[in-house]
Structure formats: structure tokens, C-alpha cells
Nanobody, 123 residues
Framework: QVQPAESGGRAVQAGDSLRLSCVAS????????VGWFRQAPGKEREYVAA????????DYADSVKGRFAISRDDAKKAAYLQMNRLRPEDTAIYYC????????????????WGQGTQVTVSS
């Protein structure tokens, strides 16, 4: 089992960059794919990005493609979400999740979730 724990969220201005971290506070990610999801106030949770167990495959929601980059460092038991050219519509709580297979946007396949970290982008 693995327990993700997110950090790095804060208030920024539109156009800024931010890197979120997801650390395995228990266990490790080395046999799990990792996904990032987000939930804005009053909205459904939405998929952001995912990375395969090997790190060779990545996937992004259309809304963040070209601006966000997901990566992983199994030696540090961590995964990251680099967010560039942030927009006010990126404001949300960002969640990291782990799945035993490369699950991309299928949230139901992620069995382990963190508590989330708040990202606020002002215009």
C-alpha cells in the first residue's frame, strides 16, 4: 500500500509557474502509476495528468496540455506536477493518486489518494 501526500500549493498570479510534489508518506510509488486530479469549488473532480509506472508514458487533459508536465522520481518516492502559464481557471484543490496500472483519467482505478493541496491563481 502507498499513502500519497501532496504539497506545494499556494496563491500565485496568472502566468506564474508552480511545482506540486506528491510524496509517498507510507510505502513507495515504484509499482504504481501516479495521477493528478483537481477539484474547483462547486465543480466535479477532473483529471489533470498521469504517468506510468516506468515513467515512459504520460498523459494530459486537453486543458493543461502544453502547460503542465508530470514526472516521477522513485528514488525520492515522489511524483511532481510542474504547472506553467497558470490561469485563474486552474484554481482548485489538486490531488495526487496512485493506481496499480496505468489508469490515466479513470479515477475509479486509483485506490490511493492524498488529502490535496490548494492552488489559487489570481488574475
Amino acid at each position: 500500500q502507498v499513502q500519497p501526500a501532496e504539497s506545494g500549493g499556494r496563491a500565485v498570479q496568472a502566468g506564474d509557474s508552480l511545482r506540486l510534489s506528491c510524496v509517498a508518506s507510507r510505502g513507495s510509488f515504484n509499482v504504481y502509476s501516479v495521477g493528478w486530479f483537481r477539484q474547483a469549488p462547486g465543480k466535479e473532480r477532473e483529471y489533470v495528468a498521469a504517468i506510468s509506472v516506468s515513467g515512459d508514458d504520460t498523459d494530459y487533459a486537453d486543458s493543461v496540455k502544453g502547460r503542465f508536465a508530470i514526472s516521477r522520481d522513485d528514488a525520492k518516492k515522489a511524483a511532481y506536477l510542474q504547472m506553467n502559464r497558470l490561469r485563474p481557471e486552474d484554481t482548485a484543490i489538486y490531488y495526487c493518486a496512485a493506481a496499480p496500472t496505468y489508469s490515466t483519467s479513470f479515477a475509479s482505478l486509483y485506490g490511493y489518494w492524498g488529502q490535496g493541496t490548494q492552488v489559487t491563481v489570481s488574475s
